[in-house]
């Protein structure tokens, strides 16, 4: 005998069709996006860009970002534009002396401001720190100085201090090449003749350098030479913070008999991108705040000729 199946008719074709286009129509498909590992991809990638030095931008490009930074922000630093621009700090500290000469802005340590809100100099920032030290050393120093003596004076916030404390004394000459130095005398101490060196002004730290310095020197010779440092090294020397600066220093120290260093404790060991002026025993005398550890007194008495080096608040 044959089997025989059971089945249930099937709707018509036209029906079939009218239900599957009533069900597309009620459950739309979800919208596409991309894939996980690809959308973090693209923002990791523009968030990259966006943070990415331009590391090929033109000078003018970069002069004109260094205005726009200080529009925005009231200054700025060396740091900061390398950040921007992927180039290195002596291309910045190139960028900021065009536009000073340009007059767009005032170049300051590290960094710069707008020529408009340049009032104070540099030199007077610095007279306000570490005053009590500076005050020691300078009274240390001023005793050195006799009635009627001529004497050079280098630039620098601690030797301005060292001349404000030589207001009792009689009948100086005090040749320098500081413009703060010549100011103050010229209106507290009438009884000093004061001689100016010649140069090209430095505007930012408002004093001399150059080969004018060496020729206004060339026939002056002196008893004492007083002389500032932006740092001290113990295995490598005094130093300044600028080449044309260091010039001036040791020009000075060809055309006095005895070199004395006027410098606050804090000064040793900072080294980071300065300049050797003088070696440890190039000099006669260090008169300072106190020598910590006995660094400096150790490094300039390991040559042949004998430093004094005087502590005045030690």
Known sequence: MADQTTSTPSAPASERASA??????????????????????????ASAQADAPDRHMLASERRGLILSMLRDHGSVSVS???????????????????????????????????????????????????????????????????????????????????VKALTEKQNLTIVTNSCHIIEFAEQHMPQVTIISTGGQLARTWRHYTGSFLAASLADVYVDQVFLGADGFE?????????????????????????????????????????????????????IMDYDPEGLVASACNDGARPVQVLETLA
């Open 20 to 45: 599957n286009a009533a069900a597309t129509t009620a459950a739309p498909a979800p919208a596409q996006s991309p894939a996980p590992s690809t959308a973090m991809a693209a923002s990791e990638q």
């Open 80 to 162: 900061d534009v390398r950040a921007r621009c992927g180039v290195s700090a002596v291309t910045i500290r190139n960028d900021l002396a065009y536009l000073e000469d340009e007059g767009r802005l005032k170049r300051t340590h590290g960094g710069a401001v707008p020529a408009s809100e340049y009032i104070v100099p540099v030199v007077s920032k610095r007279i306000h720190k570490n005053v009590r030290a500076k005050q020691a050393i300078a009274q240390a120093a001023a005793e050195r100085v006799r009635d009627g003596e001529m004497i050079l004076v280098g630039s620098g916030s601690t030797t301005l201090e060292f």
């Open 234 to 286: 113990p295995s490598f020397g005094f130093l300044a913070e600028y080449e044309e600066t260091a010039r001036a220093k040791v020009e000075f120290m060809r055309h006095a008999r005895s070199k004395i260093i006027l410098m606050d404790a804090t000064k040793v060991g900072a080294s980071q991108l300065f300049l050797r002026f003088a070696k440890p025993h190039d000099v006669d005398c260090v």
